[in-house]
């Protein structure tokens, strides 16, 4: 008579049966709580669910319907009249699709094709009718006020709200759009954002100095616009180089313009998160460094205003406080990639404020012309002074040459 198995050794062996022989690597995950906590709206979709993650929320079901809509303009445009051929093929993708989830999909194959191709169907409609106005209908919603448009722009690229596009790019023109950038490993809309906008700059820092931050080692953060102004480093935008390649020439810091409205915030999150989980520990967050570079400068509404005035930020914002705020917050528990891309830049600047000159010129403007009176109150005493020396002058002058009568 054979013995009976214990039930949790069966359990347990039955679950590592099951386990794959590699852990697959998820391109589409959910954002920890640590990193969530700051703000849990700007990862959660405002009008559209893009996959599982938060299909079927009451708050997204009126969208749903709209899917249906763009999935029957599709066949319409094409001369079909049946989805056969587009439901067969995302049934070949299906396992793949899913192992692109970070954790299980609770879906049924039916519930979890179906949504694959609606979801699908929808963001290649979407995207033909943001480029072409003469494609658009005059009773579709999305088009018809910039709010519905502006929280779909915010939906679609957040981390948690995204769909498996294999190799198929979203743009027609994507070659041209990315500067003939590779689309063929993107796996969604998040991930070629990202591409286009780091892969130029990726080139750009591949030769330059890479300061390898190790737990023990902390970057020394340079000072804030105010204080790196009194200390006689200009600020300037520049018009001619990658959005994210800052760079120190000569006492100028140089910054390639950034618009912050609405969607900064979010899109930055989102993308910061992308880096957290998908990025390899060995290279650089270009997107994390950089918000941490402008968060080192902003200490307060008035770097914001200098950097403002210097055309380096446009503040679609309409108050400085706010993106003060905002960028703050984007500094908070802030993960820099160990390989800081801005390491050189950080060194050259703290070495030219460090320079007792510097030093002394930006305590001198800080603590006694930090006002527009306090340069009149200067002026006037070196006035006064240089009147009462002269005074002086001829008065000795009067002793020791004495006028003969």
């Known amino acids: 008579m054979s013995e009976t198995r214990d039930e949790v050794s069966v359990r347990i062996d039955n679950i590592l049966l099951e386990l794959p022989s590699s852990r697959c690597k998820p391109s589409i995950f959910r954002v920890n709580n640590d990193i969530r906590y700051t703000n849990e709206k700007l ?19 009126d969208m749903e319907q709209h899917k249906f809509r763009y999935l029957k303009l599709l066949l319409k445009r094409r001369n079909e009249s049946s989805v056969d051929k587009y439901v067969m093929a995302m049934r070949s993708l ?31 409609e979407l995207i033909r009718k943001y480029g072409m106005d003469e494609w658009r209908e005059s009773d579709d919603i999305v088009f018809q006020y910039e709010q519905v448009l502006s929280q779909l722009r915010h939906d679609l690229m957040l981390v948690e709200n995204q769909l498996f ?21 993107v796996d969604h809309l998040l991930g070629l954002v990202y591409t286009i906008w780091c892969s130029s700059f990726a080139k750009i820092t591949a030769n330059r100095p890479i300061e390898i931050l190790e737990e023990e080692h902390k970057m020394v953060a340079i000072n804030s616009a105010t204080e790196l102004q009194e200390a006689g480093i200009k600020l300037e935008q520049d018009t001619e180089s990658n959005c994210l390649d800052i760079k120190f020439i000569k006492g100028v810091i140089r910054i390639p313009g950034l618009n912050v409205s609405d969607e900064t915030e979010s899109i930055f999150r989102n993308i910061m998160a992308y880096e957290h989980f998908l990025i390899d520990k060995n290279q650089s967050k270009y997107v994390t460094d950089y918000a941490f570079f402008l968060h080192c400068l902003i200490n307060s509404s008035n770097d914001v205003e200098i950097l403002r005035r210097h055309g380096i930020l446009t503040n679609l914002l309409g108050d400085d406080e706010m993106v003060y705020h905002m960028f703050n917050r984007l500094g908070t528990n802030i993960l820099m990639s160990p390989h800081f891309c801005y390491a050189d830049v950080y060194k050259k600047v703290n070495e030219y404020y460090g320079r007792r000159w510097n030093k002394w010129m930006a305590n001198l403007r800080r603590n006694y012309f930090n006002t527009p009176w306090a340069y009149i109150s200067f002026f006037a005493a070196l006035i006064l002074l240089s009147f009462t020396f002269i005074q002086t002058v001829f008065t000795v002058l009067s002793y020791v040459n004495p006028k003969t009568k």
């Not at 990862?43 to 079901?61: A, C, E, M, Q």
């Not at 294999?166 to 590779?182: F, H, K, Q």
């Open 165 to 185: 596009i294999g190799d198929i790019s979203p743009w027609p023109e994507a070659s041209e759009m990315t500067g003939n950038i590779s689309v063929k490993n």
């Open 94 to 124: 299906e396992q793949k699709a899913r192992k692109c989830y970070a954790g299980p999909v609770e879906f049924s194959p039916e519930d979890f094709v179906q949504m694959l191709l609606l979801d699908g169907c929808f963001i290649v």
């Open 43 to 61: 990862y959660v979709p405002k009008v559209i669910s893009i996959g599982p993650f938060h299909h079927g929320k009451d708050h997204l079901r």
